[in-house]
């Protein structure tokens, strides 16, 4: 049934290391309704070599390898090849937990057109120690206005499916180097029907030498996210944006403020996520509550 179909977007370059595992992942969940496809951009090491192997193998593999302009470039590509209703991304060196794709497309049979379905996501060190675990349970754009220390917005793809025809409402992801999956579900959540589960779904590894790996560590990741963060709160009507404007300052400033180093504030709020909503809650009944 097409309309139960998952369609898996991996967009890839120089991916040898990890591609092979990747594409073992997919095959792993043991789900018949599914494509897996991989956008290559040109790889110049046996990154293609090693899909053309997997490919004549299993026929749900689908791909491609041509010249693109960027991880964003490969992703839309994608997502015009998709034939399922449903897609999700896998980069080639993340993973899903086992049985994700079954149990997705049974939650997906009593949503409505069009859903995004969120999840949690492991944060996991080169080891496979999982540092934390990453929950975004709350999705309305005014929580995720309010920064990623206080709600926390998916880190990793793996953690959330949706419709395809999310993309006719908010269009595709933006041409851009960082953040772009960010700025998409800033669009999305505005028009989508949302659900959260509590369950594990997806595994992010960050890696010392990946573009993920470096931004984190030099903070430029955490700089990203908040200037889109900022660039979506502009457009809010001027009293919810007074609120929300106060809400985050009183966080900031009393509590992240004291933590110099940009790296250590994320890895502070990938530690604190869950704490941070009662911590504002608590910071502004102290500070607003009136005296008898």
Not at 91 to 112: A, G, M, Q, S, W
Not at 168 to 175: D, R, S, T
Request: with cysteine; net charge positive.
């Amino acid at each position: 049934m097409d309309h139960l179909k998952l369609s898996i977007i991996t967009p890839v370059y120089n991916g040898e290391q990890f591609i092979e595992p990747c594409i073992k992942n997919v095959i792993a969940q043991n789900c018949a309704h599914i494509e897996h496809i991989i956008i290559d951009g040109n790889s110049k090491d046996r990154t293609v070599e090693i899909i053309k192997q997997y490919a004549k193998r299993y026929q749900h593999i689908v791909w491609i390898s041509e010249k693109d302009r960027g991880q964003s470039d490969a992703m839309n590509k994608g997502i015009a090849m998709a034939r399922g209703k449903v897609i999700s991304f896998l980069n080639d060196d993340d993973f899903y937990e086992p049985n994700v794709f079954n149990r997705v497309i049974e939650i997906f049979k009593t949503l409505p057109e069009s859903s995004l379905l969120v999840g949690n996501c492991n944060v996991r060190s080169e080891d496979g120690t999982i540092e934390a675990v990453n929950k975004s349970s709350k999705m309305k754009l005014s929580d995720l206005l309010l920064g990623i220390l206080v709600n926390p917005i998916p880190l990793n793809p793996t953690a959330y499916f949706y419709h395809k025809s999310l993309h006719e409402k908010v269009g595709l992801y933006k041409i851009m180097y960082y953040a772009m999956d960010v700025d998409f579900l800033m669009r999305a959540v505005q028009v989508a029907k949302i659900k959260y589960v509590n369950e594990t779904w997806g595994n992010s590894v960050l890696r010392e030498h990946s573009k993920t790996g470096r931004e984190m560590k030099s903070g430029k990741s955490y700089i990203r996210h908040q200037s889109i963060i900022r660039s979506y709160r502009k457009d809010l009507p001027f009293f919810q944006r007074l609120i929300v404007a106060i809400k985050y300052e009183l966080y900031y400033k009393e509590k992240i403020g004291t933590i110099k180093s940009k790296y250590e504030r994320f890895k502070y709020y990938v530690k604190n996520v869950r704490k941070i909503p009662t911590m504002i809650k608590r910071k502004i009944n102290n500070r607003f509550s009136v005296r008898k």
